[in-house]
């Protein structure tokens, strides 16, 4: 029994893609793949799922709009966690300006 013949010097032993006619030569398949340009390829394709956004910080952001926060600054204040969310609460009820929060917490 012969030995598998080695690959010749220069040529990658695996598919090649392309248009063969222009990179020298025919393709070749690496041992053991079928052939065919999408015998490797998934038949279906599954959506990805959205992330989940954690129900605390959803919670502390929902309080923040509550408040009287933008959505924007809510999201904002909502996922620092060294931000105190009763803090953050009462100085806007208390009748403190938003730009004046924001400075005090940031």
């Given at each position: 029994m012969r030995p598998p013949a080695a690959p010749e010097i220069g040529r990658?032993?695996?598919r090649v893609y392309g248009n063969t006619a222009t990179r020298g030569g025919a393709a070749t398949v690496a041992p053991g793949l079928p052939d065919g340009d999408d015998a490797h390829m998934p038949h279906t394709i599954e959506a990805p799922t959205p992330p989940q956004e954690d129900p605390v910080r959803?919670?502390?952001r929902e309080e923040l709009e509550r408040a009287g926060y933008p959505?924007?600054?809510a999201a904002l204040l909502g996922n620092l966690?060294?931000?105190?969310?009763?803090?953050a609460v009462e100085l806007v009820l208390k009748g403190c300006p938003?730009?004046?929060a924001l400075r005090i917490l940031l």
């Open positions: 990658c032993p695996y959803r919670w502390r959505k924007t600054y966690e060294e931000i105190d969310l009763h803090v938003l730009e004046t």
